[in-house]
């Protein structure tokens, strides 16, 4: 145990009672013995107070409870006190696989990594598995350019080095959603990224979940690449700036289209899409599905 890094895991939760426990003792079973548990309890109301009591004679396990201000802050408070070498996060509805940062501490061997992320696996809210494709292709080294086009990287599969938050920044708390694309992009024009393949995290699908706000997801994502683009704009090429633009037009048309099942709204968004990238293939895709009805 003296031999491993300390690794602090941030679970940030908002009444979550019935699944934080769960999600709890899933980090605390760790293979990797040398760690800390950081409960942030961002002003639950439904007991989880209680349901934290059982592990509370654990010395790797900690609980904090503050008013209600968000996600964004409860995490970077969890950051604050965390003490170790690496900071993970697990959401409070989600579970970890008892080898995850087994097999993902030791991708830091080169000193240029600086998150390390990996597969996922699903289930439902009643514990059943969830047979759901990979949406994204994965990617490790300089991941820039193919980051600044999907958030591929599953936010509670990573594992950062705590010298990433010192150098350039925790979430942003003007952001209520978002946040780890946003950090993602920040950390990538320094540090390199590694996938490990394996599926080392159980991402939890079920109704109360907050990513199902699509419109509110895309209203920020819209922000986050704004920002991106002006802090980084001497440095990437136009050509990747309009696809970016493109891509994220393109995406949310799907998304509406998918969820709504109108034709209007899509359509004004795949224009403005093509308008950046008329040789974006995706966007004609997306077109020829939108006038087929098949999104």
């Known amino acids: 145990m003296e031999e491993q890094p300390l690794v602090s895991v941030v679970i940030a939760s908002y009444n979550t009672a019935q699944y934080l426990p769960a999600a709890t003792r899933s980090v605390l079973d760790q293979t990797w013995q040398n760690l800390e548990v950081i409960v942030i309890d961002d002003g639950s109301t439904d007991g989880t107070e209680e349901e934290m009591e059982v592990f509370r004679e654990d010395a790797r396990f900690r609980y904090i409870k503050t008013e209600n201000r968000g996600q964004p ?38 000193p240029e990594v600086g998150v390390v992320y990996s597969e996922v696996s699903y289930l439902d809210e009643h514990d059943l598995p969830l047979n759901k494709p990979q949406p994204y292709e994965r990617h490790s080294g300089n991941v820039t350019h ?58 939890r699908v079920w109704s109360g979940q907050m990513s199902s706000n699509y419109r509110g997801r895309y209203e920020n994502a819209f922000l986050i690449l704004g920002k991106f683009l002006k802090a980084n704009q001497d440095t990437l090429p136009p050509k990747l700036v309009s696809r970016a633009w493109a891509d994220m037009y393109i995406s949310r048309s799907m998304s509406v289209a998918r969820a709504e099942k109108t034709l209007a709204e899509p359509l004004a968004d795949l224009i403005r899409g093509l308008r950046y990238d008329p040789t974006y293939w995706s966007a004609w895709k997306s077109l020829a599905k939108l006038f087929l009805r098949r999104v």
């Open 73 to 110: 802050k409860a995490k970077n408070r969890g950051i604050k006190e965390a003490r170790g070498d690496y900071i993970a996060f697990c959401d409070a509805d989600d579970l970890w696989r008892n080898d995850k940062l087994e097999k993902q501490i030791p991708a830091f061997s080169s």
């Open 146 to 203: 193919e980051l600044i086009i999907k958030n591929f990287v599953p936010f509670g599969t990573a594992v950062i080095r705590r010298i990433c938050t010192e150098q350039h920044g925790i979430f942003d708390e003007n952001l209520p959603m978002g946040i780890d694309w946003d950090l993602w992009l920040r950390y990538s024009i320094n540090w390199k990224f590694h996938y490990v393949p394996e599926k080392t995290y159980i991402y």
